[in-house]
């Protein structure tokens, strides 16, 4: 008589199989709900920190005095929250200067000013330093000519980039006159100068060919003087707008004060830490309510 042959092992070894996959599956998506659950109340605390570290002063004592440097970019801003603050808080004074982002840098970390004006965010290398840096505003970089230049048009981004980087040199090449573009760079020192290489050419370098000149200093008031028939630069557009010698040049048809323009660029004030009482109260008023709205305000 034969005997009846065992039950193949193959559908137990599939089932396992299956039922160890799919715990797995379950293990891991558990795993990383758990972690994204965490990173994001991480996340979260770390802002709230942040937007609270510097609450509105309800007071700062007469005498008091707060020294501001750094971005030109920011001379605006720094001005409107001068006049505001010394009305605010009677008695008290704020100076400003506006040598260039990195100056602003150097100058705090020397312990002479209290805030720096920053047109770009701080470096790993400054903050291991104990530096650290609150957004302030939003602002867009303009690409400038003057009211007198013929051309009339729209840039590409690439055609922009083109022209900073010294590979279209006529106006012809981008449908102006027949005419070489003048190139007005700002230093590198310029925070708004680094912005611009990491939005507008992509983090590559600017042209070296004879018709790109960079100013020995970071200041916007001598490059749209040098601007003229048939020169092109960049400034915060902020300072741009209420100037009657130069425009805006629109890119892909869009002007700064539009929400999709391209080169749109936060603005900071970084202190070092721990920060002191006249850099609190400075900066709890900047991010208050009054603050924001004197930073909004027009220039007189």
Known sequence: MLKPKPPSPIPYIALALVLLASGYWWFNRQSRSANSVSS??????SKA?????????RSVPAGTVVDIDGSTSMVTINQNLKRTFEQQF?????????????????????????VAALSRPLTMQETAQGLEAVEITNDAIAIVVGNTNPFKGSLTPKQLQGIFQGTL?????????????????????????????????????FGTTLNITTLPQDATTPLLRALGTDGIGYATNTQVLKQKTVRSVPIGGLQPNQPN???????????????????????GFALSAQGKQAILREAP
Do not use: C
């Open 49 to 57: 920190s942040s937007a609270s570290a510097f609450p509105l002063p």
């Open 90 to 114: 009677p008695g008290t004074e704020v100076i400003t200067e506006a040598n260039g982002s990195n100056q602003g840098i150097q100058t705090l970390q020397a312990g002479m000013i209290d």
């Open 261 to 283: 323009y391209p080169y749109r660029r936060t603005l900071f004030y970084a202190y070092q830490t721990p920060a002191s009482k006249v850099t609190q109260a400075f900066l």
């Open 169 to 205: 040199v006529n106006w012809s090449q981008v449908g102006g006159p027949n005419k070489m573009i003048r190139v007005i760079n700002r230093p590198p020192v310029s925070g708004t100068h680094q912005t611009f290489k990491e939005l507008v050419l992509n983090g590559g370098n």
């Open 40 to 45: 994001t109340q991480t996340l979260g605390k």
